[in-house]
Every structure is written in structure tokens, then in C-alpha cells.
């Protein structure tokens, strides 16, 4: 199930015990490169009390980077999309670098990211 930052949470009432993965997107779909839109983080939190207990993953996509993934996790999602801030710079060693940045930013929250 995806939503789009103008989608209300509540809108998954009627298919939480069908679904696997809830995705917020915290930009609007349509290019790379977005500032992430910080209300999404109260939508993260809602979410993440609505799926309570049952095997439901809550991923963030859009604007996500080592500055932002931190409140992210914080507001409770568990998987992250991000492609401008892995592909920033020129090369793999750079990309490897960004990685690892983000990496840092989610265990600094609490995050486990492999």
C-alpha cells in the first residue's frame, strides 16, 4: 500500500490484516532529487501504531538522507528508499561512502541496517 503526502493514514484501516508494507512517500512521486516533507513524520508515527504488533513493514521514500533518516527511524519506519543521497558524488567510492553515511544516521536512532 503506498500514499502519497496528501493520502490520510487512515485510509489503510480496511487492509491492515492484508498487506505486508505500507510505503509513505515524503515527496510527490514524479522526480528525484525532492526536499523530504518533515509532516510525514506524524504520518510515519500514526502508521506505526496502527500496524502495532502484526508483521507490517513501513518504508519511507523520498527526500531520505544521512540528515533526515535519523527522525525517520525515530518516527518509526523500518525500510528506506534513497537515491539522490546514495548517488551523489562520482564513482562507487563515493556511493559506498553515502551508503555508509546513511547507515550511520539510521544506528545513531536505533535503526538495525544491513
Do not use: C, H
Not at 505486508?20 to 522526480?31: I, R
Not at 518533515?38 to 519511507?60: F, G, N, Y
Not at 562520482?90 to 556511493?95: I, W
Request: negative net charge; aromatic residues 6%.
Amino acid at each position: 500500500m503506498s500514499l502519497n503526502p496528501a493520502t490520510p493514514e487512515n485510509i489503510i484501516d480496511y487492509v491492515l490484516d492484508e498487506i505486508d508494507l505500507v510505503l509513505v512517500m515524503s515527496v510527490n512521486p514524479g522526480f528525484g532529487g525532492q526536499s523530504f516533507i518533515a509532516s510525514q513524520l506524524t504520518k510515519v508515527r500514526r502508521i506505526r501504531e496502527m500496524i502495532d504488533r502484526r508483521p507490517i513493514r513501513l518504508e519511507v521514500d523520498g527526500g531520505v538522507s544521512a540528515e533526515t533518516i535519523a527522525a525517520i527511524v525515530e518516527a518509526g519506519a523500518d525500510t528506506f528508499v534513497a537515491g539522490s543521497a546514495v548517488f551523489r558524488g562520482a564513482g562507487s567510492a563515493s556511493y559506498a561512502a553515502n551508503i555508509e553515511a546513511l547507515r550511520a544516521a539510521a544506528a545513531s536512532a536505533g535503526s538495525i541496517v544491513v
